[in-house]
């Protein structure tokens, strides 16, 4: 199914930030949306927030969307949570040997993708560290 970007209500979500949405703009405007959006029937958007915001940017005017039908607010709130928390980012080794692959198929430009790609991982994990608690310090 597609959805108008337009109708689709954005209620109160558990992401805070958007993020840069740049990389995924570009992703959709190369290869399309690979995963739709998830939607109730009356367009209460369950997943995917980014990939909607991403395609507004684009002026994408449908977007293709899956119907769930649940309207129950905590079950909504779980499916939300599921599809964010459920994932496992790729490890530096995994994007680095697929940058390897791509370098091989494409040209030289795929090694400073690689680079950025790593030091954005790298500034990810490091500001997702917590800090250290001085509670019953020496």
């Known amino acids: 199914m597609q959805a108008d970007v337009h109708s689709v209500v954005i209620r109160k979500r558990v992401r805070k930030s958007m993020g840069?949405?740049?990389?995924l703009a570009e992703s959709l405007r190369k290869h399309g949306l690979l995963n739709p959006i998830v939607i109730t029937p009356q367009h209460e958007l369950i997943a995917g927030h980014r990939r909607l915001e991403a395609a507004r940017q684009l002026g994408w005017e449908t977007i293709p969307a899956r119907i769930v039908d649940h309207s129950d607010q905590l079950e909504l709130i779980e499916l939300e949570l599921d599809e964010n928390i459920h994932r496992k980012n790729l490890t530096t080794d995994e994007l680095a040997d697929a940058y390897v692959r791509l370098d091989k198929l494409r040209n030289p430009s795929t090694l400073r993708k690689l680079w950025n790609?790593?030091?954005?991982?790298?500034?990810?994990?490091?500001?997702?560290?917590?800090?250290?608690?001085?509670?019953?310090g020496p």
């Open 20 to 23: 840069d949405l740049t990389p």
């Open 117 to 136: 790609s790593i030091v954005t991982f790298v500034r990810k994990l490091f500001r997702r560290r917590p800090r250290r608690s001085s509670v019953g």
